[in-house]
Nanobody, 124 residues
Framework: QVHLVESGGGLVQAGGSLRLSCAAS????????MGWFRQAPGKEREFVAA????????YRATSVKGRFTISRDNAKNTVSLQMASLKPEDTGVYYC?????????????????WGQGTQVTVSS
């Protein structure tokens, strides 16, 4: 079992920054990839970024490259998403997820455990 808790969401103006954190616990999370997804009202869940906990390999969606950075802190068992140059279209509920293996996938069905989500709202 893997337990995930997100934090750091909020309201920010366009062009601003936010940092999301995901605290992970459980016996096997360190052997998994960790991902961030987001979902806007009326839209499907969308891949944002992912990182392999063991190798540090990362992958980001084209829409956030150059603006978002995903990282991990092994000592604190946290995965973070640093978001900069935020746009109104970045608005949504952001979810942290733990994958089925160490491989990084963009498909949400490859992720087994999910946090409760944290709201990010970017005003224009």
């Amino acid at each position: 079992q893997v337990h995930l808790v997100e934090s750091g969401g909020g309201l920010v103006q366009a062009g601003g920054s936010l940092r999301l954190s995901c605290a992970a616990s459980g016996r096997t999370f360190s052997s998994r990839a960790m991902g961030w997804f987001r979902q806007a009202p009326g839209k499907e869940r969308e891949f944002v970024a992912a990182i392999s906990w063991s190798t540090g390999n990362t992958y980001r969606a084209t829409s956030v490259k150059g603006r978002f950075t995903i990282s991990r802190d092994n000592a604190k068992n946290t995965v973070s998403l640093q978001m900069a140059s935020l746009k109104p279209e970045d608005t949504g509920v952001y979810y942290c997820a733990a994958g089925t293996s160490a491989y990084v996938y963009t498909d949400h069905t490859r992720y087994t455990y999910w946090g409760q989500g944290t709201q990010v709202t970017v005003s224009s």
